[in-house]
C-alpha cells in the first residue's frame, strides 16, 4: 500500500491500470461502455492496450463512476483511494497535470 506522501512509480501506476482494464474486459458491458465513451475499437484496444495514454483513459474511466471503482477495487482487495493517486501519477508521466489539464 502506498503510505500517505510517498511518491508512486509510473510502472506501478500502470500495473494498477492494466489491472483496471482487465476488469472491465472481464465483463461484455462493463468494457462496451468503456469503448463507447471513449471512441476505441475493440483491436484499436488491444493494439494500444499498454500505452499511457489508454491507461489514463481507463483509470479516467473508473474514477468517473463511484460504483465501477468499489466494485473494481473490491474485486482487487485494494483500497479504493488508491485509484487517484495512480491517475495522477500516470497523468505527470505523460506531461499532463494531476486532473488532466
Known sequence: MLKRG?????????MLALSALTFLAEDGPRLGRFLALTGIG???????ADRPETLLAVLDHVLSD???LLVFTAAKGIAPETVG??????AR????????E
Do not use: K
Not at 42 to 48: G, T
Not at 93 to 100: N, Q, V
Open 66 to 68: 463511484e460504483s465501477l
Open 6 to 14: 510517498a511518491a508512486q512509480a509510473p510502472e506501478d501506476a500502470a
Open 85 to 90: 493517486p495512480s491517475r495522477a501519477t500516470l
Open 42 to 48: 475493440p483491436d484499436e484496444l488491444r493494439a494500444v
Open 93 to 100: 508521466a505523460l506531461g499532463l497535470g494531476a486532473t488532466g
